[in-house]
C-alpha cells in the first residue's frame, strides 16, 4: 500500500520538481548566499572575510550616495507609482467603451509594456528627450525654453519617471478586466436616479476597482523599486547627471560589478527586500481602510 | 561551504544578477567564433582553442579580427574564440567571469583595472614567457615594466601613450590666437581660454579628472597615491582647490563647456571639436588619430601644461594583454601575444592604434606605412620619452571607486554646487574611506 501512495505522490513530485529545482537552485541557495556575503567583505576575485555588520553600518553612517540613490528611488517609487495607475487606469476607461476597433486600440497601446523596459525603448527616450529632440522642440514650439534632460539632475529623473509611466500596460490590462466584472446594472440603476459621470465615477467605478487596484499597487511598487534598465541605459551606467538617476538597483550593480564590492552589495539588496517588505506590509495593512470587497458584505 | 560549491553559486548569482540586466549589460556586445581552422591539419598539432576578449572601438574590431585570422593562417590547429565589446560594458562581462573563474585566456586589461585582476591572482605572471614564447629582445625594460606589480609581470604593454593637448589650429585661429607657445604655461593656457570665450568658442571640454590631477600632482613632486597604494600621495588639499578651482572657473566663466551641455554629446558627430567650436581635447595620443579623422582638418599637438611638465608627463602603457591564471594554454596564449607584439605583417594591421609600439623594430617598419596624423602621433610619443619622467606605480586596488568619487566631486564643482575647498575635503575623505582596505 505504501508504495502505491508513493507511486501516486511520484508523479506530483514529478511535475512540480522543475519548479523545486529551479527556486533551490536560482533562488534560495542564491539568496542563502548572498545573505553570507553580506555580512563580508568580498571583492569577487579573493575569498570572503566576514565583517559582521559593517557593511550595514557604513550604508548609513558613512556613505552619501547611498542615501542619494535612497532618495532618488523613493522619489521615483512615489511619483512613478500613483502616475503610473492613474494613467493605466485612465486608459483602460477609455479602452473599455463600445467601439468596433477596440481590439487593435488594446494591442496598440499594450504594446509599450511589451518592449517597454528594454534597450530599444531607453534609447529611444534618451533621443526624444534630447537637446534637438521631439519634446524639446514642443517645448519650444508652445514659447518654452528648452530643457537640458540629461544635464539637470532633477529634470533627468523625471524623464524616467515619465518613462514609467508609459509602460502602463499591464496594469492597465487588470485595470480593463476588473472594469469588465463592474456589474453594468450598477451604471443603469444610478443612471435612473440622476448620477452623471463623475458620481458613476467616484461611487461606482473606484470602490469597486478597490481590490484591483491594491492589486496593482502592490506589484508596480515592488517592480519600480527595481527598476534598472532605463537608469542604466539613460545614464551610460552611471547615474548622473550629479548623481540624480542612482537608482538603488543602478547603485547597487555599480558596487558589485564596478566597484567589485558584493558584500556590500548584497547588504543593499537585504536592506531594499526588508524595505520593499515593510512598504507592501503597510499598503496591506491600510488597505482595510479603503479596499471593498463585495462578498463579505462591503468588507 | 566548500570551494567547488561557492564557485557554482557564485556562478549561479552572477548569471542572475547578469540574466536580470542581460539587455543592459550585453549592448553593443558582440560574440563569434573564428572558422574552424583546426580542421585543415597544417602543422599537425593538435587543435587548441583560445577564448580572446577585449574592448574598444568599430575600428579595433575589426583589425584585431584580421590580426587574429593572420594568425590561424600561420598556426591552423589554433581556433581563437573573440569576445569584445565597449569600455562600460567589457568589465561588467568580465568580472562576473573572473567570480565564476571562467575568465578568457588572453584578455585586454586596463591599467585602472590592473591591480585589481592581478593583485587578486586572476593572471598568469607573464615572466617565465619572456624571452621564451614571447620575444623581448626589441623591447625596452621600461616597456616591459610598465606591468610590473610586486614580483611579477602580469600584464603585456600592448604599447605607449602620452598626455597632450590635440587642437584644430584653424578654430585656434577663430579665436584669435596665432599659435599655442612652444613650452606653454598654465598662464598661457588662461589667456587663451579667455580669448577663445570672447570668440564664442570653447577652449576644451575639460581634463578627465583622475588622470589631470595626477598629472597636476607630479609637476609639484607629488603622488595621487602613496606608495604602499593604502591612502592619497599628497597631504595639501590646496592642491586640490588649485587644480580644480582653475578648471571649475573655466566652466563658470563660460570658456569651457557646463557639464550638462557635454551631457548632450551623443556621439563624435555633436563632437565641439569636429564643430569648430572648441579648440581641442585633453588627451592620451592614441585617442589623436580617430579624433583628427573626425575633425578632417590638420590638428597639432601641445605639450601638457608648465611648470614641471617634464616631472608630470610619463609613458604610460595604453593597455595590456594578459592570461588568465587559470587558462589552460598559456603557452600558446603567450604565443598569440608575442605575435600581437613583435610580427611586423600583425603590426601593419595594427598601425599602432593600441598605442606606440613597444617593440623599437616594429616602430621602424612602420614608419614608411603610418599616415601623417599617425606620425605625428609616433613623433609626440618620441619626444615624450625626452621630456618625460618615469610612471608611477600601477594605480592601487579601489582606484576605479576613487575615480568615481573624483568625477562626481568634480562634477558638483563644475555644477557650482559644492566649493573647492569642500570637494578637496571630501575627496580626501571618500578616497581614505576606500584606499585604507588595501592595509
Known amino acids: 500500500m505504501k508504495s502505491l501512495a508513493f507511486r501516486n505522490n511520484l508523479v506530483g513530485y514529478t511535475f512540480i520538481s522543475p519548479f523545486v529545482i529551479g527556486f533551490l537552485i536560482f533562488t534560495l541557495i542564491p539568496a542563502a548566499a548572498s545573505l553570507y556575503f553580506s555580512f563580508t567583505d568580498y571583492d569577487l576575485l579573493s575569498s570572503p572575510s566576514w565583517i559582521g555588520l559593517e557593511n550595514y553600518t557604513s550604508m548609513f553612517t558613512s556613505d552619501d550616495r547611498y542615501l542619494q540613490s535612497l532618495k532618488v528611488t523613493m522619489l521615483y517609487v512615489f511619483l512613478g507609482v500613483p502616475l503610473r495607475l492613474i494613467f493605466a487606469l ?64 532633477n529634470a533627468a529623473l523625471f524623464m ?91 547603485y547597487l550593480f555599480r558596487q558589485a560589478f564596478v566597484f567589485f564590492d558584493m558584500g556590500y552589495a548584497s547588504a543593499m539588496a537585504w536592506v531594499m527586500l526588508i524595505i520593499v517588505g515593510i512598504l507592501t506590509a503597510v499598503v496591506f495593512a491600510t488597505s482595510k481602510l479603503w479596499v471593498h470587497y463585495e462578498s463579505e458584505g462591503g468588507r | 561551504m566548500k570551494k567547488q560549491a561557492k564557485k557554482v553559486v557564485l556562478a549561479l548569482m552572477a548569471s542572475a544578477l547578469m540574466l536580470a540586466t542581460a539587455c543592459g549589460s550585453n549592448a553593443g556586445t558582440n560574440s563569434e567564433t573564428g572558422t ?86 586572476q593572471l598568469a605572471d607573464l615572466t617565465p614567457y619572456f624571452g621564451k614564447e614571447i620575444d623581448v629582445t626589441n623591447i625596452s625594460e621600461n616597456a616591459l615594466n610598465g606591468g610590473k606589480l610586486g614580483d611579477g609581470v602580469f600584464g603585456m604593454n600592448l604599447g605607449v601613450n602620452s598626455l597632450g593637448f590635440h587642437y584644430d589650429p584653424a578654430t585656434l585661429a577663430k579665436a584669435g590666437v596665432d599659435s599655442i607657445p612652444e613650452n606653454w604655461s598654465w598662464d598661457d593656457y588662461l589667456s587663451i581660454a579667455a580669448k577663445a570665450k570672447e570668440n564664442g568658442i570653447y577652449i ?5 579628472a583622475e588622470v589631470f590631477f595626477g598629472y597636476y600632482l607630479r609637476t609639484v613632486g607629488k603622488k595621487l597615491y602613496n606608495e604602499a597604494g593604502n591612502g592619497l600621495g599628497y597631504e595639501d588639499d590646496q592642491l586640490f582647490v588649485d587644480f580644480f578651482g582653475k578648471l571649475a572657473d573655466l566652466v563658470k566663466s563660460g570658456a569651457a563647456p557646463t557639464p550638462d551641455t557635454l551631457a548632450q554629446i551623443k556621439g563624435v558627430e555633436d563632437d565641439m571639436t569636429v564643430k569648430g567650436t572648441q579648440i581641442g581635447v585633453w588627451q592620451w595620443s592614441n585617442q589623436f588619430v580617430a579624433l583628427q579623422q573626425a575633425v578632417n582638418r590638420p590638428m597639432k599637438f601641445a605639450p601638457a601644461l608648465n611648470p614641471g611638465a617634464k616631472e608630470g608627463l610619463y609613458l604610460k602603457p595604453s593597455m595590456f ?77 579601489g582606484a576605479i571607486e576613487v575615480f568615481a568619487s573624483l568625477k562626481s566631486l568634480t562634477e558638483q564643482l563644475n555644477y557650482g554646487q559644492i566649493s573647492a575647498e569642500d570637494a578637496a575635503k571630501k575627496f580626501r575623505s571618500e578616497a581614505e574611506n576606500v584606499l585604507k582596505k588595501n592595509k
Open chain 2, 36 to 121: 574552424n581552422a583546426g580542421t585543415n591539419s597544417g602543422g599537425g598539432d593538435k587543435p587548441i582553442t583560445l577564448r580572446m576578449a577585449w574592448w574598444g572601438s568599430e575600428t579595433r574590431h575589426e583589425y584585431t579580427k584580421k590580426v587574429i585570422d593572420l594568425y590561424k593562417t600561420k598556426n591552423p590547429n589554433v581556433t581563437i574564440e573573440v569576445e569584445y565589446a565597449n569600455y562600460d560594458d567589457y568589465w561588467k562581462k568580465i568580472a562576473p567571469q573572473a567570480a565564476a573563474n571562467e575568465l578568457p585566456d588572453i584578455m585586454q586589461i586596463d591599467t585602472g583595472y590592473y591591480a585589481q585582476y592581478a593583485g587578486k591572482g
Open chain 2, 204 to 208: 576644451d571640454s575639460g581634463m578627465r
Open chain 2, 321 to 397: 594583454f594578459s592570461i588568465s591564471k587559470n587558462s589552460k594554454a598559456k603557452e600558446e596564449a603567450a604565443k598569440f601575444i608575442n605575435f600581437f607584439v613583435n610580427d611586423p605583417e600583425a603590426n601593419k594591421l595594427i598601425l599602432g592604434e593600441r598605442g606606440v609600439p613597444v617593440s623599437s623594430v616594429i616602430k621602424e617598419e612602420l614608419k614608411p606605412l603610418l599616415s601623417p596624423e599617425q606620425v605625428q602621433v609616433f613623433d609626440y610619443v618620441a619626444w615624450s620619452e625626452e621630456n618625460s619622467s618615469p610612471m608611477d606605480p600601477v594605480d592601487p586596488i
Open chain 1, 160 to 250: 524616467l519617471v515619465t518613462l514609467s509611466v508609459w509602460q502602463f500596460g499591464s496594469s492597465m490590462l487588470i485595470f480593463l478586466a476588473g472594469l469588465k466584472n463592474i456589474p453594468n446594472e450598477l451604471y443603469e440603476a444610478s443612471g435612473v436616479d440622476g448620477a452623471g459621470f463623475f458620481t458613476k465615477f467616484f461611487r461606482i467605478t473606484l470602490p469597486m476597482l478597490t481590490p484591483i487596484i491594491l492589486f496593482n499597487l502592490i506589484m508596480q511598487l515592488i517592480s519600480a523599486f527595481m527598476t534598472f534598465v532605463p537608469a542604466y541605459i539613460i545614464s551610460k551606467g552611471e547615474g548622473g547627471p550629479l548623481d540624480g538617476t542612482l537608482l538603488y538597483s543602478l
Open chain 1, 90 to 153: 485612465f486608459v483602460a476607461m477609455i479602452l473599455n467603451t463600445t467601439s468596433k476597433a477596440v481590439g487593435l486600440y488594446r494591442t496598440v497601446y499594450y504594446l509599450p509594456s511589451i518592449i517597454g523596459g528594454s534597450v530599444a525603448v531607453s534609447i529611444m527616450w534618451r533621443n526624444l528627450f534630447g537637446d534637438q529632440g521631439i519634446i524639446n522642440v514642443m517645448l519650444n514650439s508652445i514659447g518654452v525654453d528648452s530643457v537640458r534632460w540629461f544635464g539637470d539632475p
